[in-house]
């Protein structure tokens, strides 16, 4: 069996427990995985900080050392290169 085959095989079971479930930490898991077999690093952050408490700064940060190597370096915010918006 190909990748290409494997790959339809898992998301089709992830589809398929979406619509059977109301748990939605396995369809994530199972989401995160898929976007991994993909090489799919923007959906993979996303996927990844949809999982991590806000307010854990450590868990954060090692995410951002992980996907930085695989996100090019002009989709990073940073304070100093953010458009300022003036308020009334």
Do not use: C
Not at 30 to 54: C, P, Q
């Amino acid at each position: 069996m190909s990748e290409s085959q494997d790959l339809r095989g898992l998301v089709g079971k992830l589809l398929d427990g979406l619509a059977a479930s109301t748990k939605l930490a396995p369809i994530l898991e199972h989401s995160i995985r898929v976007a991994e077999l993909r090489g799919d690093y923007f959906n993979l952050w996303w996927l990844r900080k949809e999982s991590l408490d806000l307010d854990d700064k450590r868990a954060n940060r090692e995410l951002r050392g992980l996907m930085s190597t695989h996100i090019p370096a002009e989709y990073w915010w940073r304070p100093e290169t953010a458009v300022k918006v003036k308020t009334a």
